[in-house]
């Protein structure tokens, strides 16, 4: 080579220096930042971690640690941000490339000056006090829960989605203890009153998914098409045990099964394995080989519903697809977390398809996604299934129903547009593309696009990039006896600003004997039923037949009357919908029109997952919609009519959905008296089998509506023989106080972040401190609630701001709660936009009530 050719190489390797310097240079800033982030993935790679965790048996004895941190360099001429969330004494040491360095923390960053390091490999060994949040401690057990950014609570990492990384993993932990974690157990040795428990190099993967978790858990093993997968649990109800062990390996295998064969990969990581958590923040959480799930979703017995049963196959199946969807293949930034969550749904769906056929699976897909989507789509805190995310500190305030039930449906209208299979193609090639690596909404749209002729980047816009609903209305005419005119229109439910939702559904017209289908294919803002013309006049018409349209449709209220007569359980779940979205916008029906419509059908409807839906639907209405007088001189007739379509129906499980919302409702006296005899004598009605659970939650219900009965929860306290349900019903019973002084100071007590470790507890707790009940007492803890809200979303978990709104303003319909919001979005006009939409998202019935109720 020659001299020119050699200084022409050394200036543009000097270019690209300067390039990387001067355009990518990150702040030093709290969080993670997406410019961080990009500045550290086009820097960064071949990452590496080895890391050793001492546990002590003192939960709040320091976790003393090491991570050993290798990785490589394109270059090294500026200082490199590790993050660690931690207060500068967490640090103990740090030795970069064989040189012991001064610690620098700055604003949750690590600072590594770039005198220490090289272009090329680079290692880094950090001696540390574990963070101890994100490790939910408990007495004699914890786990490591790291989504979205939590990673960075407890070690000093690169805590972004798309740096995957090994991770080579060694636990101490007491004796006694057993221990899962990502990858395959190596090996183990006792060390005086210690097990250290060594773990082979684990696939590569995200920060966020590098997990394990270690405890006084029960062991069971059973082979998976072969190889051995280990679950792990604390469940002593030897009944529910034997009820479901063998039911949970199952619903793993035939999960991976299907996956396996849908997708064309087989299973993508060294191991499959799962733990049983008392009160797990989530139903689950897909760390590859050490899914963690709720344990009460797992552990079921012979009192539990069918709803249960099915809700217990989709979250095993949703976790099983999140191996191949966000663990094989991960988003490359969490604006895109939602494309695993979709997916993972989308998935678990057609495995409860395939599992349990096409007619339940269309049932339980409507009951499941569509209520949920539309309680956010409705709102003015309506957001996008794709939002925009500036730093990952934020990025649990993404999450919610418009990214695990909105996006599903999205996703099978998609389906339905390109075609099965088309679209199935198309997936596996992003699969095969993408596979251990990170992509993005557009790179599976861009592969997509090669499937189908439709452009799906202007169909993307307002499915995906948009917030909102449409709401859909017809007009017909006749002359004579046939239908000479029928169109369907549709506009945005809430902005009137021009938007339509491309999308197919069936609309039904019903004559005496039988019915005519018509499928609409709806591009535009109007569409002419050209099939429907000279055709004779319905007795009624059914909207949306199929349950597959998504918006508010309109009601033929002619059929009204033959609501509960109407065969097709897919069609009363549709209607049962759109029934309350129109009474909710103050079409068709008033609230009380419609809790009365409503009452009639608990003894007609005998599909399970129906009867709960419509229940479900009584209590709101009944609770948020009807006002406190209104709702005196209603309890005694509802809990009669709900009583007797008890002993009427004749399966069991509808049985118990009916006697739980007689729980839910009652007001009176008599009732009182009759569950406080139930629960007292254990003797459940004719018919219906309760569980432990069950006479816990009848307690809670006792002592909640009849101050005079004190004792009652302390004496199912003493009722209970598992540790974990002992603890939760004694961190209850304050919030449950017949004392209000009691409650008060409950409240209070959660401004403190230990009391809020288990937030399933403290959710629990605060929907019955603002039950309607004991509102007038509890309302004045309205204002401190929103207050917390910010705090919550930085310290606890991603759903943990959202359901604290819900548990405390779900059943509140009174001017002055209304107020209260009022004032505080209008005191604070640059609230964090995100956290606004959830109170509004949260809030919605609260305003609509003030409506309603006029």
């Known amino acids: 080579m020659s001299a020119k050719g050699k200084l022409t190489i050394l200036f543009t390797l000097f270019l690209f220096k300067i390039s990387v310097a001067q355009q990518n240079a990150p ?23 080895k890391l050793d965790f001492n546990i002590p048996a003192d939960k709040l004895a320091d976790i003393k640690s090491t991570d050993t941190l290798t990785f490589k360099l394109k270059t090294a001429d500026q200082p490199l941000q590790i993050d660690f969330k931690q207060s500068v004494d967490h640090v103990r040491s740090i030795i970069v490339n064989d040189k012991p360095i001064t610690v ?94 060594r773990f082979n190099n684990s696939d590569k993967l995200p920060t966020y998914l590098f997990s394990f978790t270690a405890g006084k858990y029960t062991e069971a093993i059973k082979p998976i098409n072969g190889k051995p997968v280990t679950f792990l649990y604390r469940e002593t ?84 697809a999140h191996m191949w969807f966000g663990d094989m293949v991960t988003m490359q930034w969490f604006n895109d977390v939602w494309m695993k969550e979709v997916f993972a749904n989308f998935m678990a769906d057609k495995v409860t398809e395939k599992l349990m056929g096409k007619e339940t699976f269309n049932l339980k897909f409507l009951q499941d996604h569509y209520p949920a989507a539309y309680a956010v789509d409705r709102t003015a805190g309506a957001n996008p299934i794709r939002q925009q995310l500036s730093n990952l500190q934020d990025a649990g305030s993404l ?4 990214i695990y039930h909105k996006a599903p449906i999205m996703m099978r209208q998609l389906e339905l547009l390109i075609g099965q299979e088309k679209f199935r193609q198309g997936v596996q090639s992003y699969l095969k593309k993408y596979a251990y690596s990170n992509a993005t909404w557009n790179d599976l749209i ?48 809430r902005f ?34 050209q099939q429907a013309i000279g055709l004779t006049k319905p007795a009624y018409i059914i909207f949306d037949s199929d349950g597959i349209g998504y918006g508010m449709f309109p009601v033929d209220k002619n059929m009204t009357a033959d609501l509960f007569t109407i065969k097709s359980p897919l069609q009363r779940a549709s209607l049962y919908i759109s029934f309350y979205e129109n009474m909710l916008s103050g079409r068709y029906y008033t609230p009380k029109e419609l809790l009365d419509i409503f009452s009639k059908g608990i003894v007609a409807e005998k599909e399970e997952t129906n009867l709960r839906l419509l229940t479900g639907y009584i209590s709101t209405i009944y609770w948020e919609f ?188 009174d001017k002055q709660a209304a107020k209260t919001v009022s004032l505080f979005l209008k005191q604070h006009p640059n609230y964090n936009p995100k956290l606004k939409d959830k109170i509004l998202q949260n809030t919605d019935n609260l305003y609509r009530a003030q409506k309603l109720l006029k």
């Open 626 to 813: 009807v006002t406190p007088d209104v709702r005196k001189q209603l309890s005694a007739g509802l809990e009669n009519n709900l009583w007797d379509a008890m002993q009427q129906q004749t399966a069991t499980n509808n049985k118990k959905i009916l006697f739980k919302t007689y729980q839910d409702i009652y007001l009176s006296d008599k009732a009182n008296d009759n569950i406080y005899t139930i629960w007292k004598n254990q003797q459940a009605p004719t018919g219906i089998k309760l569980t432990e659970d069950d006479y816990t939650s009848l307690a809670l219900s006792i002592a909640l509506k009849n101050d005079t009965v004190t004792q009652v929860l302390k004496q199912q306290e003493t009722r209970i023989t598992n540790v974990d349900r002992k603890k939760r019903l004694e961190f209850l019973m304050p919030a449950l106080s017949a004392d209000s002084a009691i409650r008060d100071s409950f409240f209070e007590s959660l401004k403190d972040r230990k009391n809020r470790e288990k937030e399933a507890w403290v959710t629990t707790a605060l929907s019955y401190l603002h039950h309607p009940v004991r509102q007038k007492t509890a309302e004045k803890h309205l204002r401190e609630s929103l207050d917390m809200v910010e705090e919550l979303q930085k310290t606890g978990d991603i759903f943990f701001p959202q359901s604290w709104l819900s548990a405390i303003f779900s059943n509140y319909q």
């Open 399 to 402: 999450y919610g129903n418009i």
């Open 496 to 529: 009137n600003d021009g938007r339509i939702w491309p999308q197919s559904f069936n609309v039904t017209l019903v004559y005496p004997g039988y019915s005519k289908d018509i499928t609409v294919n709806m591009t535009t803002a109007k569409t002419d039923l």
């Open 27 to 49: 702040a030093v800033q709290t969080g993670v930042s997406l410019a961080l982030a990009k500045y550290r993935h086009n820097l960064i790679s071949d990452i590496q971690y």
């Open 104 to 197: 620098r923390l700055e604003q949750e960053h690590l600072i590594i000056d770039a005198k220490y390091l090289q272009t090329g490999t680079n290692k880094i060994c950090i001696q540390f006090i574990a963070g101890n949040a994100s490790l939910n401690r408990n007495t004699d057990y914890l786990y490591a829960l790291f989504v979205p950014d939590r990673a960075r609570n407890v070690f000093p990492c690169f805590d972004q989605p798309d740096l995957k990384a090994k991770f080579l993993l060694t636990l101490r932990v007491p004796q006694g203890w057993k221990t899962l974690a990502n990858a395959v157990k190596k090996d183990s040795a006792v060390s005086n009153d210690q097990i250290i428990y």
């Open 237 to 320: 109800d030897s009944t529910k045990i034997k009820f479901s062990i063998d039911s949970i390996f199952k619903a793993h295998r035939d999960a991976i099964n299907f996956m396996e064969n849908w997708t064309g990969i087989p299973f993508p990581f060294q191991k499959a394995g799962f733990v049983a958590i008392p009160d797990f923040q989530f139903g689950g959480m897909e760390h590859p080989g050490e899914v963690q799930y709720k344990a009460s979703v797992l552990f079921l017995d012979g009192g539990a519903t069918k709803d249960q049963f099915i809700n217990r196959s989709n979250v095993i199946s949703h976790e099983t």
């Open 446 to 493: 861009g592969i997509l696009s090669k499937y189908t002729r439709v452009d799906l980047y202007n169909w993307n816009k307002v499915w995906v990039n948009q917030p909102g609903m449409p709401a859909f209305d017809y007009n017909i005419a006749y002359t004579g006896n046939k239908i000479s005119h029928f169109t369907l229109t549709q506009h945005a439910a």
